[in-house]
């Protein structure tokens, strides 16, 4: 008898986003043509991180932000505030269903009335982009798809902590009249953006998928894990 996965679970894939060894996928559940819940894929075996072996469909292609997408998993892996995990079945390729459409992002856009996440805690660079852990602990999500307002992706360096300088790629928007500034961690923007003179770049028109990290030291930080245009659907 053939083996199958426990479950299989079809996903709006809305993030591909770098992450310590590897990539965090975060995507929204297709139920019959609409999308429910958000859905995280681990794999426990790569530290949760979704390596590049997971997301390589069975004809060599590779998953990514807007495919619609297969995803046999084992089991639900809550963890912390970050309730929306499950871990993959690494013995089986994902499959690719189709692809989104502008209307879909839209319509899987969720309608927060307040901010995003507690606010209250800022890094060094940023705004409003970290939680603490006590904080973090009673929080029951940590993905959100919001339409943000005066939008701008930012390239510049940044001192680091312990000396020197780094350049990044950030997200300063605002959000239900409160400012935001994210770190970027979207492939997508930053092959796109990096190449460019340091400067602000405003987007006309976007929808963000921003995440709240793992504690690491007491804090959750705040991340753009993608940014989705009329244009990345083109």
Same mark, same amino acid.
């Given at each position: 008898?053939?083996?199958?996965?426990?479950?299989?679970?079809?996903?709006?894939?809305?993030?591909?986003?770098?992450?310590?060894?590897?990539?965090?996928?975060?995507?929204?559940?297709?139920?019959?043509?609409?999308?429910?819940?958000?859905?995280?894929? /681990? !794999? +426990?075996?790569?530290?949760?991180?979704?390596?590049?072996?997971?997301? &390589? =469909?069975?004809? #060599?292609?590779?998953?990514? $932000?807007?495919?619609?997408?297969?995803?046999?998993?084992?089991?639900?892996?809550?963890?912390?505030?970050?309730?929306?995990?499950?871990?993959?079945?690494?013995?089986?390729?994902?499959?690719?269903?189709?692809?989104?459409?502008?209307?879909?992002?839209?319509?899987?856009?969720?309608?927060?009335?307040?901010?995003?996440?507690?606010?209250?805690?800022?890094?060094?660079?940023?705004?409003?982009?970290?939680?603490?852990?006590?904080?973090?602990?009673?929080?029951?999500?940590?993905?959100?798809? /919001? !339409? +943000?307002?005066?939008?701008?992706?930012?390239?510049?360096?940044?001192? &680091? =902590?312990?000396? #020197?300088?780094?350049?990044? $790629?950030?997200?300063?928007?605002?959000?239900?009249?409160?400012?935001?500034?994210?770190?970027?961690?979207?492939?997508?923007?930053?092959?796109?953006?990096?190449?460019?003179?340091?400067?602000?770049?405003?987007?006309?028109?976007?929808?963000?998928?921003?995440?709240?990290?793992?504690?690491?030291?007491?804090?959750?930080?705040?991340?753009?894990?993608?940014?989705?245009?009329?244009?990345?659907?083109?």
């Amino acid at each position: 008898m053939v083996q199958q996965p426990q479950y299989i679970k079809t996903v709006l894939c809305l993030a591909n986003s770098r992450r310590p060894g590897g990539r965090c996928v975060a995507g929204k559940e297709v139920l019959q043509g609409k999308t429910g819940g958000w859905i995280r894929p /681990v !794999n +426990p075996q790569n530290g949760d991180a979704i390596s590049e072996a997971d997301l &390589q =469909y069975e004809n #060599g292609k590779f998953a990514d $932000v807007l495919d619609i997408v297969e995803i046999p998993m084992a089991r639900p892996d809550p963890q912390g505030h970050q309730t929306e995990n499950h871990i993959i079945d690494p013995n089986f390729h994902w499959a690719k269903q189709s692809i989104a459409t502008w209307q879909q992002i839209v319509s899987a856009t969720d309608n927060v009335k307040g901010s995003l996440w507690p606010n209250g805690n800022s890094s060094f660079h940023g705004a409003n982009d970290k939680v603490a852990e006590a904080v973090a602990s009673g929080l029951a999500s940590s993905l959100l798809l /919001v !339409n +943000p307002t005066r939008f701008e992706v930012v390239v510049g360096s940044e001192s &680091q =902590y312990g000396g #020197g300088s780094r350049r990044r $790629v950030r997200a300063y928007f605002d959000f239900n009249g409160t400012h935001y500034n994210f770190v970027i961690t979207d492939p997508w923007i930053e092959d796109r953006y990096f190449p460019k003179v340091d400067g602000r770049y405003p987007l006309a028109e976007s929808r963000i998928c921003v995440s709240l990290a793992a504690v690491i030291n007491g804090l959750a930080v705040k991340l753009v894990a993608s940014v989705i245009t009329p244009e990345r659907l083109g």
